[in-house]
């Protein structure tokens, strides 16, 4: 690896918690504004994690952090690989290695709720990873390698002939973001879910620690959405991001959640219908 793959790996490992805060911050300031309300200052989301850090810790079960630890580490792992400009399909055996520990940690507890919650996160996993595989060989198939340095170094934005996988990876963002109408596992909002499935028996830092990995997870998504811009202006596609984002929480402001069979079969339908398809096009027209 050169220096500027380890100054990308340092930037995303001190860095993505800001900006992933920052992230949550404008979310909460958006999702207010559209429903009425003024909302929460911008720094909200740490002044939480923060209260939480001070709070006592409670373990339901020896195994549990280490789950959780795992789950945050194999995180760090994939947004190094990628901010790194590594290997694309390792990030995302990474990112699955992670949400496999999610699961696991809540399946350690011996609750109803947290049992419902991993049920769930596994099916989400079951339902978003066939299309984030098809996102990772489209960008293969038109740049001709999964390394992140060689698609940012492509001579055109891989989005010229992939928009059928690009609309496709952004209907399973939604599920990875934890968006209605798909954040079946657990909820940012109150008032869709008295108990929050996966993340029930967390408390304390533990529940901090998840906030923090996921606004890295965040990051890193955020990240995979500019790999169709970035050819054509780094600050393009930033802003072709975050615009992005701010889709996202519109659609989650605006759609109720479906239950679990709805989603699987909807991310899969979109998959082959959009992916597939876009795939086989690009092979036939080179």
């Known amino acids: 690896?050169?220096?500027?793959?380890?100054?990308?790996?340092?930037?995303?490992?001190?860095?993505?918690?800001?900006?992933?805060?920052?992230?949550?911050?404008?979310?909460?300031?958006?999702?207010?504004?559209?429903?009425?309300?003024?909302?929460?200052?911008?720094?909200?989301?740490?002044?939480?994690?923060?209260?939480?850090?001070?709070?006592?810790r409670l373990v339901v079960n020896p195994f549990q952090p280490f789950y959780l630890w795992g789950f945050l580490a194999f995180l760090l792992v994939a947004g190094a690989l990628f901010f790194s400009g590594g290997d694309l399909l390792l990030t995302v055996f990474a990112l699955a290695v992670a949400g496999v520990f999610l699961a696991l940690g809540a399946f350690s507890a011996n609750t109803p709720y947290s049992h419902i919650g991993a049920e769930r996160e596994l099916l989400q996993m079951m339902a978003y990873e066939p299309m984030l595989l098809i996102a990772v060989l489209g960008l293969y198939q038109s740049t001709g390698s999964f390394l992140v340095r060689d698609i940012l170094g492509s001579d055109r934005p891989p989005l010229v002939e992939l928009p059928g996988v690009f609309l496709g990876f952004l209907f399973i963002l939604t599920i990875k973001l934890r968006k209605s109408p798909f954040?079946?596992?657990?909820?940012?909002?109150?008032?869709?879910?008295?108990?929050?499935?996966?993340?029930?028996?967390?408390?304390?830092?533990?529940?901090?620690?998840?906030?923090?990995?996921?606004?890295?997870?965040?990051?890193?998504?955020?990240?995979?959405?500019?790999?169709?811009?970035?050819?054509?202006?780094?600050?393009?596609?930033?802003?072709?991001?975050?615009?992005?984002?701010?889709?996202?929480?519109?659609?989650?402001?605006?759609?109720a959640r479906l239950r679990w069979q709805h989603t699987v079969k909807l991310s899969w339908w979109t998959g082959a219908a959009l992916g597939l398809a876009n795939l086989a096009i690009l092979d036939l027209i080179r």
């Open 183 to 255: 954040d079946l596992s657990t909820s940012h909002h109150g008032h869709q879910e008295v108990v929050k499935g996966i993340t029930t028996d967390y408390s304390g830092p533990d529940l901090a620690l998840i906030e923090v990995a996921h606004w890295y997870e965040n990051v890193l998504l955020l990240g995979f959405v500019c790999l169709f811009f970035v050819p054509l202006h780094p600050a393009l596609g930033i802003a072709l991001a975050i615009a992005t984002y701010l889709l996202e929480v519109f659609v989650d402001n605006t759609h």
């Open 1 to 56: 690896m050169d220096m500027t793959g380890v100054g990308g790996a340092l930037l995303f490992l001190i860095g993505a918690p800001f900006a992933g805060g920052l992230l949550a911050g404008a979310d909460r300031i958006v999702t207010a504004r559209m429903q009425g309300r003024i909302g929460p200052p911008l720094l909200q989301p740490f002044y939480d994690v923060g209260k939480l850090f001070q709070k006592s």
